[in-house]
């Protein structure tokens, strides 16, 4: 018989929202229960699923007593752990029950939306695969990355990473521009449809945008700038 695939980030954080206001798990005929599931069935987040028993009612009280388990505030000790992605969430987000909030909206936000192409990475990422998903769909927008990259040049004169301030052109020729990146600085919580400015986004080498994208939390640029620095004064003292 198939299995259901395991949860994704995406799918806990759901349930980690609607477990945190009360704290508690709830009976499978509630309405948020049967709500959740219902939106976990519509999200495009999995193309193989198992059949009816896929996100069930069942499963969603399932998940919030896996995320019990975590909780050291209530006297019962929940149902098993649930996995490590269940705990990495726990761990990251349950003092964060605004932040949960912000991130379920806008994963809710992409239940109807086209659904973005799969990309590297995106498994590892806590906020889940949608909102990493619709962000690098951000940063990849050819029409955005052609202003970006006018304005830097109005600006600056040239391009370089803004981290490491390597050139590329300079090092390479005209084709070291495609060695050079828009990232996207504003938060994945704020995921849904909304307009991207210039304000919003960084040149970054592939390597240094590589490295933002590589931990939870995200490196700030300033933060990754930082990191350069403190590495270029230990490699020339």
Same mark, same amino acid.
């Given at each position: ?13 759901? !349930? ?70 269940? !705990? ?5 987000? *349950? ?46 927008? !050819? ?35 495609? !060695? ?26 592939? *390597? ?30």
């Amino acid at each position: 018989m198939a299995r259901n695939p395991p949860w994704t980030y995406d799918e806990i954080l759901l !349930a980690l929202d609607l477990y945190l206001p009360e704290r508690k798990v709830l009976e499978e005929t509630d309405e948020r229960v049967v709500a959740l599931s219902r939106l976990l069935n519509e999200l495009p987040v999995h193309a193989d699923r198992a059949g009816s028993s896929f996100r069930s009612p069942d499963a969603v009280v399932l998940k919030l007593a896996n995320l019990r388990s975590h909780d050291h505030s209530t006297p019962s000790a929940g149902m098993d752990a649930g996995g490590r992605r269940t !705990a990495e969430i726990w761990q990251r987000y *349950a003092s964060q029950p605004e932040e949960v909030a912000r991130l379920a909206a806008a994963i809710r936000s992409l239940r109807d939306a086209p659904s973005p192409a799969a990309v590297d990475g995106e498994d590892g990422v806590l906020e889940g695969r949608l909102l990493f998903r619709r962000h690098r769909e951000r940063e990849r927008d !050819a029409a955005l990355a052609s202003r970006h990259r006018a304005a830097f040049i109005d600006r600056h004169g040239r391009l370089f990473c803004e981290a490491c301030l390597f050139d590329p052109v300079a090092f390479y020729g005209e084709r070291g521009g495609s !060695a050079l990146e828009s990232h996207h600085i504003r938060p994945l919580s704020e995921g849904g449809e909304r307009r991207t400015y210039l304000r919003d986004v960084v040149l970054l080498c592939a *390597a240094c945008h590589r490295v933002v994208h590589a931990s939870q939390p995200w490196l700030s640029p300033n933060e990754l700038k930082q990191l350069v620095q403190q590495r270029n004064r230990l490699r020339s003292a």
